[in-house]
């Protein structure tokens, strides 16, 4: 078990490490620097960075430098707890994403507990009740949450809530409290506007959960425990609900492992559209700038979290399914 | 039909971030307008004057209502004692009327990179500027300026008496410690800026007294007073240099910035209070530092500072209590108490929110293409819409890539002048105009606005900026294009096939330059000339550029009005940027040690007029001017289409309570529009 947990924890390690060379690489790869991006985006906005400048801004970050160079002085400033300078924001990396963490994690965990609030439940009752009635309206619904992009779902949100209900449009707060020190007013304006990108980021998700469980829980109550179980006579709530429910369980626990980089990440997306303040657009933003240090440390923190999730729901499986558990044994 | 449109708005959004393309839905969603709808939203150029008679100063001054419990506590010295010496004031006359203190403009801004959304409100701390027509140079933060005859030195006087944002006096002593401690630091400014340099030698700064600097050149460098004036490295002003981090500003806060320089302590004790705070070298910490938009500590000279740094969701900035103008009842201004721009992660949330009447006073950010959806909500949002007309020639010009070379059978007729003629006469601009600049634009050449210094006379709008098909195709027969294939389109002469040009247009812009290209390709069907569109990301595009990979690309050709501030949209001249020649561009900045020479005399020619043109007197300087643009339009080294038009940041987003907000503004890089039009003066009414 222990000679397990460490194989895997080295493993965790070294895929890490092949994350942070290959995030490099990646966002070396589009032609140009940060320095040619900086002077187009400049440009574009009818302002200019002379060619000393530039020049000056090269040397200064360091790019004018091999790649090789510039992966071992990232590498080195993260070996001593520095992500390096975020460029266009002339701060930390660590402080810029610090930031934007702990609210993307406030939405994504919303929609994560919106997602599962409706899923489960939904995806137990249209299995328990097949071809009901409401298993087609939801069947339709689910369907339909499937089809439509999020970023579509947003829009049309968005532009009712603007038609409709005067809110503002798009992002966390109202302008009032953006910079309002935290206060229960405060807390409550975050809460009335939490609920759209929840729902919108939730929505597919819900969807592809309620299949999920509904064709898992499928399989579960024809096999023949559940008969057995039946004609013993349990009452029909425990029938279902202690083993065929647990064992449908399974892949939502091993989903976990791709949760946790999205609670940090948030959809880009969807985050865009909506101008939510998390590390979704933050990455889009360093990405088309090729910030390399801002890009490759949230790339390198997804992947980190990928690795870690991953780990948590093998061990979560082996403690919630018996079988997986007695098997490794 | 409202809701309609405002959907589409949206689906705009969508599919903005989904094509990278930005506005193109709603471009061409915008349904059969009647013509010349903005014709009657340009208004009269007009803005607020500067009373440079000292007898006509006001002598008992005010402050505004926020501050007044400061002054009571004794926090803050009463308003004279803020004030410089009342000869030395920077007095304004508002457009209108005198204005009330307070309140909160709301805008709107896209991130760090957006810096100049604020740079350009907060311009007042230029040495010299211009006034609001765009023509005339103004004092600034200095007071007044004169160049010795020999146009070799530019001497400024500085206010007595101003102070910075902290209370501490400004004096010359900041300008030497910009000149001596960060200017002359390698570490700091490796390579000295082009500005700062006559024909590549240096200049110097000197103090003469405790309120007179002199810039000194070692040859005559009369132009230099238009640098202070314009958007450049060292006249641009400590906020707008600090906010692009290159360390210019010709002046910089000594008593404040001291305790980050090595000279000062040591090298090991400012690399530690960098690694403490997370920064990788004292010059890192330093640049953060030295930004009005990332450090709200940092004294100022602006009439706003900041509160909540450009890294956080709201960019917010309340008044200077120390700032150096009043209005002629002696107010000090600005009125406007705070300034509170809310992030939009996309520029479609940006106008959606307008549309909503959420800003005050918007300019940047805004799309024309959305002009009927601004119009039809703008009694809802009690906001009205003012168009301010740009200066240069073209929004979207085909700069050629006169230095291509991939393929020798395009790179030799793009060389030859007559196909480059026949390519500009191929386009219909009025069909243009319509469609995307809902008629308010001008057809024509690159050439910028009849009424702008350099401009050689309205002929040269139109020259090779009409359409004209007989001779277009004449022209191309005469190239030795005349073969066409089954198509219609002509043929290659070295027997590869259909000629087929290629067009880079870069997405997600101001102006939807892909639809634009698009419209051009189908007319140039009629010229038997086939193009291929293709729409790059804005990167790809500029480092193709350098690489001299681009036949043609479309890009505005904005601030090449003033076209010693800002060439290089007009002549590749600045190796930082050139979309019509790199080569050309890093041979003429490296004085012919890098790069290719020209082979086209003409452009050769132009090279020399330009660098003479910076130690002349400005009559001989603007004889140069205009001949240069002769031969840039007659050369066609670019293709003019639509310009003159409010495309490029001149949709303005005005609230029906906002004051002194003139109905036209100058639209104008060198202008750092909307700055010419003093926003210390605007207020609520």
Same mark, same amino acid.
Do not use: C
């Given at each position: 078990?222990?000679?397990?947990?460490?194989?895997?924890?080295?493993?965790?390690?070294?895929?890490?490490?092949?994350?942070?060379?290959?995030?490099?690489?990646?966002?070396?790869?589009?032609?140009?620097?940060?320095?040619?991006?900086?002077?187009?985006?400049?440009?574009?906005?009818?302002?200019?960075?002379?060619?000393?400048?530039?020049?000056?801004?090269?040397?200064?970050?360091?790019?004018?430098?091999?790649?090789?160079?510039?992966?071992?002085?990232?590498?080195?400033?993260?070996?001593?707890?520095?992500?390096?300078?975020?460029?266009?924001?002339?701060?930390?990396?660590?402080?810029?994403?610090?930031?934007?963490?702990?609210?993307?994690?406030?939405?994504?965990?919303?929609?994560?507990?919106?997602?599962?609030?409706?899923?489960?439940?939904?995806?137990?009752?249209?299995?328990?009740?097949?071809?009901?009635?409401?298993?087609?309206?939801?069947?339709?619904?689910?369907?339909?949450?499937?089809?439509?992009?999020?970023?579509?779902?947003?829009?049309?949100?968005?532009?009712?809530?603007?038609?409709?209900?005067?809110?503002?449009?798009?992002?966390?707060?109202?302008?009032?409290?953006?910079?309002?020190?935290?206060?229960?007013?405060?807390?409550?304006?975050?809460?009335?506007?939490?609920?759209?990108?929840?729902?919108?980021?939730?929505?597919?998700?819900?969807?592809?959960?309620?299949?999920?469980?509904?064709?898992?829980?499928?399989?579960?109550?024809?096999?023949?425990?559940?008969?057995?179980?039946?004609?013993?006579?349990?009452?029909?709530?425990?029938?279902?609900?202690?083993?065929?429910?647990?064992?449908?369980?399974?892949?939502?626990?091993?989903?976990?492992?791709? @949760? $946790?980089?999205? &609670?940090?990440?948030?959809?880009?997306?969807?985050?865009?559209? !909506?101008? /939510?303040?998390? =590390?979704? *657009?933050?990455?889009?933003?360093?990405?088309?700038?090729?910030?390399?240090?801002?890009?490759?440390?949230?790339? @390198? $923190?997804?992947? &980190?979290?990928?690795?870690?999730?991953?780990?948590?729901?093998? !061990?979560? /499986?082996?403690? =919630?399914? *018996?079988?997986?558990?007695?098997?490794?044994? | 039909?409202?809701?309609?449109?405002?959907?589409?708005?949206?689906?705009?959004?969508?599919?903005?971030?989904?094509?990278?393309?930005?506005?193109?839905?709603?471009?061409?969603?915008?349904?059969?307008?009647?013509?010349?709808?903005?014709?009657?939203?340009?208004?009269?150029?007009?803005?607020?004057?500067?009373?440079?008679?000292?007898?006509?100063?006001?002598?008992?001054?005010?402050?505004?209502?926020?501050?007044?419990?400061?002054?009571?506590?004794?926090?803050?010295?009463?308003?004279?004692?803020?004030?410089?010496?009342?000869?030395?004031?920077?007095?304004?006359?508002?457009?209108?009327?005198?204005?009330?203190?307070?309140?909160?403009?709301?805008?709107?801004?896209?991130?760090?990179?957006?810096?100049?959304?604020?740079?350009?409100?907060?311009?007042?701390?230029?040495?010299?500027?211009?006034?609001?027509?765009?023509?005339?140079?103004?004092?600034?933060?200095?007071?007044?300026?004169?160049?010795?005859?020999?146009?070799?030195?530019?001497?400024?006087?500085?206010?007595?008496?101003?102070?910075?944002?902290?209370?501490?006096?400004?004096?010359?002593?900041?300008?030497?410690?910009?000149?001596?401690?960060?200017?002359?630091?390698?570490?700091?400014?490796?390579?000295?800026?082009?500005?700062?340099?006559?024909?590549?030698?240096?200049?110097?700064?000197?103090?003469?007294?405790?309120?007179?600097?002199?810039?000194?050149?070692?040859?005559?460098?009369?132009?230099?007073?238009?640098?202070?004036?314009?958007?450049?490295?060292?006249?641009?002003?400590?906020?707008?240099?600090?906010?692009?981090?290159?360390?210019?500003?010709?002046?910089?806060?000594?008593?404040?910035?001291?305790?980050?320089?090595?000279?000062?302590?040591?090298?090991?004790?400012?690399?530690?209070?960098?690694?403490?705070?997370?920064?990788?070298?004292?010059?890192?910490?330093?640049?953060?530092?030295?930004?009005?938009?990332?450090?709200?500590?940092?004294?100022?000279?602006?009439?706003?500072?900041?509160?909540?740094?450009?890294?956080?969701?709201?960019?917010?900035?309340?008044?200077?209590?120390?700032?150096?103008?009043?209005?002629?009842?002696?107010?000090?201004?600005?009125?406007?108490?705070?300034?509170?721009?809310?992030?939009?992660?996309?520029?479609?949330?940006?106008?959606?929110?307008?549309?909503?009447?959420?800003?005050?006073?918007?300019?940047?950010?805004?799309?024309?293409?959305?002009?009927?959806?601004?119009?039809?909500?703008?009694?809802?949002?009690?906001?009205?819409?003012?168009?301010?007309?740009?200066?240069?020639?073209?929004?979207?010009?085909?700069?050629?890539?006169?230095?291509?070379?991939?393929?020798?059978?395009?790179?030799?007729?793009?060389?030859?002048?007559?196909?480059?003629?026949?390519?500009?006469?191929?386009?219909?601009?009025?069909?243009?105009?319509?469609?995307?600049?809902?008629?308010?634009?001008?057809?024509?050449?690159?050439?910028?606005?009849?009424?702008?210094?350099?401009?050689?006379?309205?002929?040269?709008?139109?020259?090779?900026?009409?359409?004209?098909?007989?001779?277009?195709?004449?022209?191309?027969?005469?190239?030795?294009?005349?073969?066409?294939?089954?198509?219609?389109?002509?043929?290659?002469?070295?027997?590869?096939?259909?000629?087929?040009?290629?067009?880079?247009?870069?997405?997600?812009?101001?102006?939807?330059?892909?639809?634009?290209?698009?419209?051009?390709?189908?007319?140039?069907?009629?010229?038997?000339?086939?193009?291929?569109?293709?729409?790059?990301?804005?990167?790809?595009?500029?480092?193709?550029?350098?690489?001299?990979?681009?036949?043609?690309?479309?890009?505005?050709?904005?601030?090449?009005?003033?076209?010693?501030?800002?060439?290089?949209?007009?002549?590749?001249?600045?190796?930082?940027?050139?979309?019509?020649?790199?080569?050309?561009?890093?041979?003429?900045?490296?004085?012919?040690?890098?790069?290719?020479?020209?082979?086209?005399?003409?452009?050769?020619?132009?090279?020399?007029?330009?660098?003479?043109?910076?130690?002349?007197?400005?009559?001989?300087?603007?004889?140069?001017?205009?001949?240069?643009?002769?031969?840039?339009?007659?050369?066609?080294?670019?293709?003019?289409?639509?310009?003159?038009?409010?495309?490029?940041?001149?949709?303005?987003?005005?609230?029906?309570?906002?004051?002194?907000?003139?109905?036209?503004?100058?639209?104008?890089?060198?202008?750092?529009?909307?700055?010419?039009?003093?926003?210390?003066?605007?207020?609520?009414?």
């Amino acid at each position: 078990m222990v000679a397990y947990v460490v194989r895997r924890l080295l493993l965790a390690v070294l895929t890490v490490w092949a994350i942070s060379v290959l995030s490099f690489i990646i966002i070396h790869l589009p032609p140009g620097d940060y320095v040619t991006s900086y002077i187009a985006s400049m440009s574009a906005s009818g302002s200019a960075v002379s060619e000393g400048e530039a020049t000056a801004l090269r040397e200064q970050l360091g790019l004018d430098k091999p790649i090789t160079i510039q992966y071992v002085k990232w590498m080195g400033l993260m070996l001593q707890g520095n992500f390096g300078m975020a460029m266009e924001w002339g701060r930390p990396v660590s402080d810029v994403i610090g930031d934007r963490l702990s609210l993307t994690m406030v939405i994504s965990v919303a929609a994560i507990l919106f997602t599962w609030a409706l899923a489960l439940p939904i995806g137990i009752y249209s299995a328990v009740y097949r071809y009901s009635f409401l298993d087609y309206v939801f069947t339709f619904v689910g369907f339909i949450g499937l089809a439509i992009p999020g970023f579509l779902l947003a829009l049309i949100v968005m532009y009712i809530g603007f038609a409709y209900f005067g809110a503002n449009v798009g992002g966390l707060f109202s302008p009032d409290f953006a910079e309002a020190p935290w206060s229960m007013a405060k807390a409550w304006d975050l809460a009335k506007h939490l609920p759209i990108p929840a729902i919108v980021l939730g929505v597919a998700g819900t969807a592809q959960l309620v299949r999920i469980m509904r064709s898992n829980l499928l399989d579960e109550l024809r096999k023949p425990y559940v008969m057995t179980a039946r004609a013993r006579g349990l009452p029909e709530y425990r029938v279902v609900m202690r083993y065929p429910v647990r064992v449908a369980l399974n892949p939502f626990i091993s989903t976990i492992g791709y @949760l $946790l980089p999205y &609670v940090v990440s948030g959809s880009i997306i969807v985050s865009l559209v !909506l101008s /939510l303040p998390t =590390v979704g *657009p933050l990455l889009l933003k360093a990405l088309i700038a090729q910030d390399m240090f801002l890009a490759g440390t949230i790339v @390198l $923190l997804l992947g &980190v979290m990928t690795v870690i999730g991953t780990f948590i729901s093998d !061990l979560l /499986l082996m403690w =919630v399914d *018996p079988r997986i558990r007695l098997g490794r044994q | 039909m409202k809701s309609m449109r405002a959907v589409l708005v949206l689906a705009g959004v969508g599919l903005a971030i989904a094509t990278g393309s930005g506005g193109a839905a709603a471009q061409s969603a915008t349904p059969a307008t009647p013509p010349k709808i903005g014709s009657t939203l340009i208004g009269k150029l007009e803005g607020p004057e500067i009373i440079r008679d000292a007898r006509a100063f006001p002598k008992t001054f005010n402050e505004a209502p926020m501050l007044a419990p400061e002054v009571k506590a004794g926090k803050l010295p009463a308003v004279d004692k803020r004030l410089p010496e009342p000869s030395q004031l920077f007095v304004v006359k508002p457009l209108k009327e005198i204005g009330k203190y307070g309140g909160n403009w709301r805008r709107a801004f896209t991130g760090p990179a957006d810096h100049e959304n604020g740079n350009r409100i907060n311009s007042a701390d230029k040495i010299l500027t211009f006034d609001y027509t765009g023509t005339k140079i103004i004092p600034s933060l200095a007071r007044d300026w004169k160049v010795s005859d020999d146009g070799k030195t530019t001497t400024i006087y500085l206010r007595k008496g101003a102070r910075w944002s902290d209370g501490k006096p400004f004096t010359a002593n900041d300008f030497m410690f910009w000149y001596e401690d960060i200017y002359l630091n390698k570490n700091i400014v490796p390579t000295p800026f082009f500005e700062f340099q006559i024909d590549g030698k240096d200049g110097k700064m000197r103090k003469i007294d405790d309120y007179t600097v002199a810039f000194e050149f070692p040859e005559p460098y009369a132009f230099f007073v238009y640098q202070l004036a314009g958007s450049t490295a060292i006249g641009a002003g400590l906020a707008t240099r600090g906010g692009f981090q290159n360390f210019g500003g010709a002046y910089a806060p000594a008593h404040y910035l001291k305790q980050f320089l090595p000279k000062y302590s040591s090298e090991e004790a400012v690399n530690k209070k960098a690694k403490d705070l997370g920064f990788d070298s004292w010059v890192s910490l330093l640049k953060n530092r030295y930004s009005w938009a990332l450090n709200n500590e940092l004294p100022v000279m602006t009439p706003w500072k900041t509160v909540s740094p450009i890294n956080t969701p709201t960019w917010s900035m309340e008044r200077n209590p120390y700032f150096w103008a009043v209005d002629t009842a002696g107010n000090q201004l600005p009125y406007i108490d705070r300034i509170t721009m809310t992030l939009a992660e996309n520029t479609e949330v940006a106008n959606l929110r307008a549309i909503a009447g959420e800003y005050d006073i918007q300019e940047r950010h805004m799309h024309l293409s959305k002009l009927p959806v601004f119009l039809e909500n703008a009694k809802k949002g009690n906001y009205s819409v003012h168009l301010d007309p740009g200066l240069n020639g073209s929004d979207v010009a085909i700069h050629i890539g006169n230095s291509y070379e991939a393929d020798p059978e395009i790179s030799r007729l793009l060389k030859n002048k007559d196909f480059r003629h026949a390519l500009a006469l191929g386009i219909d601009r009025d069909q243009l105009n319509e469609a995307f600049w809902l008629g308010v634009g001008s057809a024509g050449s690159v050439a910028p606005a009849p009424d702008t210094i350099y401009s050689p006379g309205a002929e040269w709008n139109k020259k090779w900026g009409v359409l004209d098909l007989k001779q277009a195709n004449e022209l191309l027969d005469k190239v030795g294009l005349s073969k066409k294939d089954a198509d219609g389109y002509r043929l290659r002469t070295d027997g590869k096939g259909r000629l087929r040009l290629e067009m880079v247009t870069v997405g997600g812009q101001f102006v939807p330059y892909t639809q634009v290209g698009e419209m051009i390709k189908q007319q140039w069907k009629k010229i038997g000339v086939d193009v291929d569109i293709k729409e790059l990301e804005r990167n790809l595009a500029f480092t193709r550029d350098n690489g001299n990979e681009n036949q043609m690309i479309t890009w505005a050709n904005d601030g090449s009005e003033m076209l010693f501030l800002f060439p290089r949209h007009a002549l590749p001249v600045d190796a930082a940027e050139s979309h019509m020649g790199m080569a050309f561009a890093k041979w003429y900045s490296s004085k012919g040690t890098a790069g290719k020479k020209p082979d086209d005399p003409e452009m050769l020619r132009a090279f020399d007029l330009f660098r003479d043109a910076f130690g002349m007197k400005e009559d001989d300087r603007i004889k140069n001017g205009k001949e240069i643009w002769k031969i840039i339009v007659e050369q066609t080294w670019s293709i003019g289409t639509v310009g003159q038009s409010p495309a490029f940041m001149g949709v303005r987003i005005v609230k029906n309570n906002m004051g002194n907000v003139p109905d036209r503004q100058v639209n104008a890089q060198h202008a750092r529009t909307p700055h010419t039009s003093m926003p210390i003066t605007f207020y609520f009414k």
